[in-house]
């Protein structure tokens, strides 16, 4: 792991930029000595991992005690894309604003994200463990569809946050049976582009005997800030 950049931010949350072989990413660890617990933050559908909504989210985090990273997984933010992955996104640009079915472009799109997602962020999670201001355990907060692959294949994941605003893949759906970790699922009940029954049966799978899930009115973008304090107490009884 090579460190591009470091500032110490004003909160004390010390912000480290890191590339990690192709991997983008960024850091953040709290103002304290001790080693802090680790949550693994994405964004849904392959967003920019600087993306402000990410950012800030992190940012809390890290002042209540816990480091935070995110990466630009391959596909994702500004990392090149694939051609098929652009025609994809061309096609879902052109259904979306013609109005017609679109969760067969998304499948197209998403499902081989996830997939090459998954082992990247596997790679960056040795990386960050290796650290001497990380400890363990690790909990995840964000993307719904990489993080239920996530859970599944990485059994150092003890908690998870999933947003479900993202599309989640057939194949993933299916995985949710095997994702025992305790699990906080958070829903936008307007969400314009996330039919609510989806997201109910989803929840629905989990395998997890301790799953909660909040909702709250409004569209895809509304999720409250009180949401994130709640993750932070989320996390804080199952990493700290």
């Known amino acids: ?27 953040w660890t709290p103002a304290t000595a001790a080693p802090a617990p680790l949550i693994l933050m994405a964004h849904n ?38 051609a098929a992955d652009e ?43 290796a650290l001497p201001e990380i400890d363990g355990p690790v909990g995840y907060s964000g993307w719904t569809a990489v993080g239920i692959h ?29 994702v025992t970790i305790p699990l906080l699922l958070l829903l936008q009940w307007d969400d314009e582009g996330n039919p609510r029954q989806r997201a109910l049966d989803l929840y629905d799978a989990f395998g ?3 799953k909660t899930l909040h909702a709250n009115m409004g569209g895809h973008t509304g999720t409250p800030w009180f949401e994130v304090e709640d993750g932070d107490r989320f996390f804080g009884r199952h990493l700290k």
């Open 1 to 27: 792991m090579h460190c591009t950049s470091e500032q110490r931010l004003d909160d004390g949350v010390l912000e480290r930029e890191f590339t990690l072989g192709e991997i983008p990413g960024t850091l």
């Open 45 to 82: 559908n392959g967003l920019p991992r600087k993306q402000s909504r990410l950012v800030a989210r992190a940012r809390h985090s890290a002042t209540h005690g816990y480091a935070v990273a995110t990466i630009d997984a391959a596909g994702c933010g500004d990392r090149p894309r694939s």
């Open 87 to 129: 025609q994809a996104r061309a096609d879902l640009r052109r259904a979306m604003q013609a109005g017609e079915p679109v969760d067969d472009i998304f499948e197209s799109l998403v499902g081989p994200l996830v997939e090459k997602a998954v082992p990247e962020w596997r790679t960056t999670l040795d990386a960050l463990l």
């Open 150 to 178: 996530l859970a599944v294949a990485e059994p150092r994941i003890a908690a998870a946050g999933f947003f479900a605003g993202g599309y989640v893949p057939h194949a993933q759906r299916e995985e949710a049976r095997q």
């Open 208 to 210: 997890t005997k301790e």
